[in-house]
């Protein structure tokens, strides 16, 4: 049993009170039994009352909780007297007009009884409305299995495609079929009325019949069929991509997503493992770790080969650490081509996913048949259009089902929820009430006692019917003011994929250039129409659908603004951090300088030996120095240089201290030494000795054991809590993307989006962009030095010039702290999410008052498939992107993506309500933004290869043409860069890259282009035509097999029944019968389109016979004469120059048919083809001659006759490539 059906066990155990003995025996003793009786109904009175308002707190938190969830599941509630599961569609089942709620039925026998007694919650209804609301597989029909050794060879489409024709004739619907071993497959979820006669007729795969056989478990078919509908949990190890695809076709992609990023992240780090060996050896020289420049995750990175190299030590981990005698520039050009063609390779994995992917989305979409298969969305009609009248206008391309039209329903939505709150409160006080009379009533108590016990009970619950009655009479006030009730949205159903394919294919969705010059005949009453493939129903945002063209737009630009400014916020906390670093000294090894003389800081301060205020004097000197400058103006000025001191302090020993730090003007004197700063950054390092030495005491003196007699506790204060906020910073970052990812999706709220996927799109872009710029763009930015860009606030200030040896330890370990910690903490957080609910289960259970609260507790929580997919790409992407300085983290984003695809199959089948219906947009979004990653990739390694300190052929001189004019001689000189080789490989591969994306946006131009020069060259490639699977929408509804909603009317979603009324949603037509308009326009669009048809053949028909002979001379056959043309001909003929023979090779074996016509047993043409042209031609000429060929045809070579046809067809495709090159030359004006 999975977590969220929670865990079994009793029910909660009445209270037994239990009498306290009374102390006092004496005054016991005297108590009357009418006094006794008395105290009795008192005590039991206001333990019933305290009872029940426990209990309704409880209770109106959780339904607060769900009615403020702004498209959660609020008032979805399950029968008591009937079970949901007995009916084959619960969604069908028709709500009330205003959603009421009826007492004592919806609230699952919560509320009082029609007799005004107490109904306990049960838990076994508050589970059966669990397996209908979280996630659970839901099979209508039964699965049927066939084994045979046939089935080796064939995988599951292999064995749909097989039978699905043979049981389409039959009349049996097939959508899905899992093969479960070599020799066995299953046939799923088979409607029960065709179960038997897929049994009595088998399978036919490979000419071979195989038996079928029905499982319907352990109840007997009629049972079965009587239950409906049946909730299994999805079988947690068994369950893959595939699998979770059944839920929708974004959820399958994302898992499928997760397996590409561990394998393709992990198979990456291995085929770059030279490099990271390389990178190791250098950092684990013994010198380095004397020296500790580089630690922690900053060892495996480029800057240990800069170090290495600038210490004169090899690189290669198979040659020992001796001193430099030979050259690692080719080790290092190695690398750097290493590092390009693995992000090559990335591309290509991306590029295969995509075609992985798009397949996935085909075999999800055969295997899941949904309303979106038969419905299209139309927007920019009009706001008066009738449902009738749109679907009479789209009736022409095929047989229409049903029209739904939304509603302007945003004002108004509002007010119904809080309708439905308030219901569902005086619902929760009603049931109180009764619990209390109950309990009352159980005990004997008298009536006055009762009355009084629960009269504010009863208060209560009629101050909230009452208000449920004043916002239902300004409901009906609002939308009998005109302002509300607007045609919005209009969805169309057709009765088959094929009509709506047609439709959309005329439309051309998503073509801005397409809808401008729309056809006056594809216009609604002048209105272009946008017309698009629908969404699923329970995809739809109802309350959204009036937000379109410049309104849109607008929120859009807001929403991307206020993103702009949370972004500057979060880059100013990042700053201040920063500066807060900046404030503390640099870490230093304290024993070197003392040791060689050159920084004894008792020598110059003294501390050794001086208590009270003489310590505290020297300690307040030294705290004025050190303030005078920061950790990044002494690491520039170079005395201290990773982590060591490298000024000379020799000059200020025993020097004595101006008489004045500050002048008149409070302004610093210079201290010992006013022409440097050397001085005081010797202040800042002997800081940072002091403190470490006394950190035990100041510790101490923090938690109230020690007293700070000689100020250090002044002194080193804020050094211990500056290094805690060193410490944070990566730990603050994640922090702060999880407040991103809030605000992110309070952005997308605000957009307005008409579908739940557009929405969650629009949350995946922008959390992206923010997780990344925070997480790694910001601190590259920060610790930039770049004067040129000094004038921007707060950035480029920093330390480093350069990808140098500190910035690795510095930036490059922030970087690979933070991606490590968020690879952990994005799927645990997640997790802990969806255990939540088990917890507040256990607690919350035994005191809820209702049904209804009872179901709450029991439903799953929210799957954010935005969130992930963008903690997926962040993820991916930062790792790429610094790989070829920092290979390690592509562990760590194939570990993320490891840990988050087991998590998140755990959180989705054991802990989540059913998600949307996703749809592929946002697979789409990280398969176009995955390349990049590669590019940014390319580019960065440029930079870092090109380090001074890193070996590198030079080209003297071979690129000076190439990159003389982008010559500075500044800190960007990037003619000293792309002059070393490491560079050069990389700027070329971004050379081929380029052209290569160029020759592959304009593949079907050149492909056209090099066809029209070489014509006997390519062959172009003939699609195939796809036949659609997908059976009518009025069998696929009868027999249960589609998935999700039915119809995009508003009462049969869930999400919307119990909120706003069904005259929310105007319709026409549907499951109940045809609109006799709509059938009349699909019979004479058909009848057009045959007569168009007629007419384009009769007029190919005089265009063949035209190019054969020519007008004039089918007027001399006419006459009885042999036109001029045909005399030529047959004396080419003869002297072995005919025209025909030339170009087109005779066929032996044909024959020409005398003057009667065509005869079959004569004619042997051996080409049904070319048999129909010639039929065709033949009936061209036929009223010519009194039916047959005519005597010139009849004497004509077969040659001839073959070669005028071949000549136009040939001018017939010229014709059609000009006409293809035309419309591909305007798209791609369109998309410039």
């Known amino acids: 049993m999975s977590d969220v059906e929670g865990a079994g066990g009793d029910e909660h155990r009445d209270k037994k009170k239990k009498k306290s003995k009374d102390k006092d025996k004496d005054k016991k003793k005297h108590r009357t039994p009418e006094e006794k009786e008395a105290r009795r109904a008192r005590k039991a009175a206001k333990e019933a009352a305290a009872s029940a308002d426990v209990q309704g707190i409880i209770s109106d938190a959780n339904l607060d909780d769900a009615s403020d969830d702004g498209m959660g599941t609020p008032?979805?509630?399950?029968?008591?007297?009937?079970?949901?599961?007995?009916?084959?569609?619960?969604?069908?089942?028709?709500?009330?007009?205003?959603?009421?709620?009826?007492?004592?039925?919806?609230?699952?026998?919560?509320?009082?009884n029609n007799s005004g007694g107490y109904v306990k919650p049960a838990r076994d209804d508050a589970k059966v409305h669990a397996q209908q609301i979280n996630v659970f597989r839901q099979k209508m029909g039964v699965d049927v299995h066939i084994e045979s050794e046939v089935l080796e060879p064939y995988d599951d489409d292999d064995i749909l495609s097989q039978i699905y024709n043979?049981?389409?004739r039959k009349g049996i619907v097939i959508t899905r079929v899992t093969k479960k071993s070599k020799h066995h497959a299953v046939i799923e979820d088979i409607a029960f009325s065709m179960a038997d006669d897929l049994e009595a007729m088998g399978v036919s795969i490979n000419n071979v019949r195989i038996a079928c056989v029905a499982d319907y478990g352990d109840a007997s078919k009629e049972d079965r069929d009587a239950n409906g509908p049946a909730y299994e949990a999805f079988p947690y190890w068994d369950t893959g991509p595939k699998e979770l695809g059944e839920l929708s076709v974004g959820i399958g992609l994302y898992f499928q997503s997760l397996l590409?990023?561990?394998?393709?992240?992990?198979?990456?780090?291995?085929?770059?493992?030279?490099?990271?060996?390389?990178?190791?050896?250098?950092?684990?020289?013994?010198?380095?770790?004397?020296?500790?420049?580089?630690?922690?995750?900053?060892?495996?990175?480029?800057?240990?080969?800069?170090?290495?190299?600038?210490?004169?030590?090899?690189?290669?981990?198979?040659?020992?650490?001796?001193?430099?005698?030979?050259?690692?520039?080719?080790?290092?050009?190695g690398i750097s081509f290493l590092e390009c063609m693995l992000a090559v390779t990335f591309m290509f994995l991306v590029g295969w996913l995509s075609t992985e992917q798009k397949q996935t989305i085909e075999n999800i979409d055969v295997s899941n048949i949904s309303l979106q298969d038969y419905a299209v969305k139309v927007d920019y009609m009009p706001r008066d259009a009738d449902a009738k009248e749109i679907g009479t206008h789209f009736a022409r391309f095929g047989k229409v089902n049903q029209v739904v039209i939304g509603t302007d329903i945003d004002g108004v939505l509002g007010l119904h929820r809080k309708r439905a709150a308030a219901e569902r409160a005086a619902e929760t006080a009603e049931q109180r009430l009764a619990k209390a009379e109950f309990f009352a009533a159980k005990k004997e108590l008298p009536a006055e006692q009762v009355q009084k016990g629960t009269e504010k009970l009863r208060e209560k619950a009629g101050k909230l019917r009452e208000k449920v009655k004043t916002i239902e009479d300004t409901i009906e006030e609002e939308m009998s003011s005109g302002e509300h009730g607007r045609h919005t949205s209009a969805f169309v159903t057709y009765e088959t994929e094929t009509a709506k394919e047609k439709c959309v294919k005329l439309y051309k969705p998503n073509n801005l250039w397409a809808w401008y010059f729309r056809p006056k005949k594809l216009r609604f009453?002048?209105?272009r129409m946008w017309v698009h493939v629908a969404p699923e129903g329970s995809d739809v945002i109802w309350e959204n659908l009036d937000i379109i063209g410049a309104k849109a737009w607008i929120r859009r630009a807001l929403a991307w603004l206020?993103?702009?400014?949370?972004?500057?916020?979060?880059?100013?906390?990042?700053?201040?951090?920063?500066?807060?670093?900046?404030?503390?000294?640099?870490?230093i090894s304290c024993d070197a300088p003392k040791a060689d003389g050159s920084l004894v800081c008792d020598n110059i301060w003294t501390t050794t030996g001086v208590t009270g205020q003489a310590s505290k004097d020297t300690l307040a000197t030294l705290l004025e120095f050190s303030e005078q400058v920061d950790?990044?103006?002494?690491?520039?000025?170079?005395?201290?240089?990773?982590?060591k001191w490298t000024g000379n302090a020799t000059t200020y020993e025993g020097a004595a201290a101006p008489a004045a730090l500050y002048d008149a003007n409070a302004e610093w004197t210079g201290g010992f030494d006013s022409s440097t700063k050397q001085d005081e950054c010797a202040a800042m390092a002997c800081f940072d000795c002091i403190c470490k030495e006394k950190v035990m005491d100041v510790a101490m003196m923090y938690v109230g054991l020690a007293a700070d007699d000689d100020g250090y506790k002044t002194l080193c204060g804020a050094y211990f809590e500056g290094k805690v906020i060193e410490a944070g910073v990566s730990a603050f970052t994640a922090a702060t993307n999880i407040v991103l990812a809030i605000l992110v999706r309070a952005f997308a709220g605000f957009e307005r989006h008409h579908t739940k996927s557009g929405r969650e799109s629009s949350v995946m872009i922008k959390l992206f962009l923010l997780l990344t710029i925070n997480s790694a763009v910001i601190p590259l930015l920060v610790f930039a030095d770049i004067p040129s860009l000094a004038f921007v606030p707060y950035l480029f200030e920093g330390p480093y010039p350069d990808f140098s040896v500190g910035w690795y330890q510095d930036v490059g370990q922030l970087i690979s702290t933070t991606l490590l910690i968020n690879g952990v903490v994005y799927p645990m957080s997640a997790l802990s999410k969806g255990l939540t609910p088990k917890i507040t289960r256990g607690c919350l259970a035994p005191f809820a008052a209702t049904q209804r609260a009872l179901n709450s507790l029991y439903e799953g929580v929210e799957f954010p498939l935005s969130e992930r997919y963008a903690q997926l790409m962040q993820m991916v992407f930062t790792g790429m992107v610094f790989s070829s300085g920092m290979p390690c983290l592509l562990p760590v984003a194939a570990l993320f993506c490891f840990i988050a695809y087991y998590e998140g199959k755990y959180t989705l089948l054991r802990a989540s309500r059913m998600p949307p219906s996703y749809d592929e947009t946002m697979a789409k979004i990280f398969w176009a933004t995955m390349p990049l990653a590669a590019t940014?990739?390319?580019?960065?390694?440029?930079?870092?290869?090109?380090?001074?300190?890193?070996?590198?052929?030079?080209?003297?001189?071979?690129?000076?043409?190439?990159?003389?004019?982008?010559?500075?001689?500044?800190?960007?000189?990037?003619?000293?860069?792309?002059?070393?080789?490491?560079?050069?490989?990389?700027?070329?591969?971004?050379?081929c890259l380029l052209v290569a994306k160029?020759?592959?946006?304009?593949?079907?131009?050149?492909?056209?282009?090099?066809?029209?020069?070489?014509?006997?060259?390519?062959?172009?490639?003939?699609?195939?035509?796809?036949?659609?699977?997908?059976?009518?929408?009025?069998?696929?509804?009868s027999d249960g097999i589609m998935k999700g909603l039915t119809t995009f009317l508003i009462q049969e979603n869930p999400e919307y029944n119990e909120i706003v009324p069904s005259s929310a949603t105007k319709s026409c037509g549907g499951p109940n019968g045809a609109v006799p308009e709509w059938e009349a326009a699909f019979a004479e669009a058909d009848r057009e389109e045959s007569e168009a048809e007629a007419e384009r053949q009769r007029k190919a028909n005089e265009r063949a016979s035209k190019s054969l002979f020519g007008a004039s001379e089918v007027q001399a056959e006419a006459a009885g004469e042999m036109p001029d043309a045909m005399k030529k001909r047959l004396k080419k003929d003869k002297k072995g120059k005919s025209p025909g023979a030339e170009r087109v090779p005779r066929r032996k074996n044909s024959q020409v048919a005398p003057l009667g016509g065509m005869d079959d047993e004569v004619v042997d043409f051996g080409d049904d083809d070319y048999y129909g042209r010639g039929r065709a031609v033949g009936e061209a000429f036929g009223g010519i001659t009194g039916g047959g060929l005519s005597a010139a045809m009849a004497m004509q070579p077969e040659g001839d006759i073959e070669a005028g046809m071949d000549a136009d067809e040939d001018a017939e495709e010229r014709r059609r490539r000009r006409k293809e090159r035309k419309r591909e030359k305007k798209e791609r004006e369109q998309r410039a």
Request: hydrophobic letters at 45%; aromatic letters at 12%; one cysteine or more.
């Open 75 to 112: 008032g979805r509630v399950t029968e008591a007297a009937k079970s949901p599961i007995k009916s084959k569609s619960p969604a069908a089942k028709p709500k009330a007009a205003w959603g009421d709620v009826e007492k004592g039925k919806k609230g699952g026998g919560s509320g009082p």
């Open 166 to 168: 043979e049981c389409e």
């Open 260 to 333: 590409w990023g561990q394998r393709v992240m992990l198979g990456l780090f291995f085929l770059g493992f030279f490099t990271v060996m390389t990178y190791v050896k250098s950092g684990m020289l013994d010198e380095q770790q004397a020296g500790g420049e580089l630690t922690g995750f900053a060892i495996p990175t480029l800057g240990s080969v800069a170090w290495a190299h600038e210490n004169e030590f090899r690189l290669l981990w198979f040659v020992s650490n001796t001193t430099w005698d030979g050259d690692d520039r080719s080790v290092m050009m």
């Open 525 to 527: 009453n002048g209105y």
């Open 562 to 587: 206020a993103m702009i400014i949370v972004l500057c916020i979060t880059c100013a906390a990042v700053v201040y951090t920063k500066s807060l670093q900046n404030s503390l000294p640099p870490a």
């Open 631 to 643: 950790a990044t103006e002494c690491l520039v000025e170079e005395f201290i240089v990773r982590g």
């Open 936 to 991: 940014v990739k390319i580019l960065i390694s440029t930079w870092m290869f090109s380090y001074e300190y890193v070996p590198s052929y030079l080209a003297d001189g071979a690129f000076d043409v190439a990159t003389s004019p982008i010559s500075s001689g500044s800190q960007f000189d990037f003619k000293a860069r792309f002059d070393r080789t490491n560079a050069a490989i990389c700027i070329l591969t971004i050379v």
């Open 998 to 1037: 160029i020759l592959t946006f304009y593949r079907k131009g050149l492909r056209a282009f090099f066809a029209r020069m070489f014509p006997n060259g390519l062959v172009e490639e003939e699609e195939e035509e796809e036949v659609s699977m997908t059976p009518e929408l009025s069998i696929a509804r």
